[in-house]
Nanobody, 120 residues
Framework: QVQLVESGGGLVQPGGSLRLSCTAS????????MGWYRQAPGKQRELVAA???????NYADSVKGRFTISRDNAKNTVYLQMNSLKPEDTAVYYC??????????????WGQGTQVTVSS
């Protein structure tokens, strides 16, 4: 069993900041890429940012320069620091991990999602 548990969402005013955290636990052998996706009402889920185990990162154009993804590999945790938030950043944010279990099964795992609302 593998679980991804997110925290850190909430309500923030435009221009504000939030930090999301996601920790993977369970029967994990290796974690390759961890990332954050988001889904706004009526829209498709989209990649926000991702980080490999080697530290390579990529970002959606809409968040470059405002969001920063980081990982603590020892803790199986990924963070998303979100600054200069805009109303269009409002969405449910999902943590994702591409990992291999101790039974050598590789696949994508998802967290339950955390709501981020940017509004005055």
């Amino acid at each position: 069993q593998v679980q991804l548990v997110e925290s850190g969402g909430g309500l923030v005013q435009p221009g504000g900041s939030l930090r999301l955290s996601c920790t993977a636990s369970g029967s994990i052998a290796s974690i390759y890429t961890m990332g954050w996706y988001r889904q706004a009402p009526g829209k498709q889920r989209e990649l926000v940012a991702a980080a490999t185990s080697r530290g390579n990162t990529n970002y959606a154009d809409s968040v470059k320069g405002r969001f920063t993804i980081s990982r603590d590999n020892a803790k199986n945790t990924v963070y998303l620091q979100m600054n200069s938030l805009k109303p269009e950043d409002t969405a449910v944010y999902y943590c994702n991990a591409d990992l291999r279990t101790i039974t050598l099964r590789r696949g994508d795992y998802w967290g339950q999602g955390t709501q981020v609302t940017v509004s005055s």
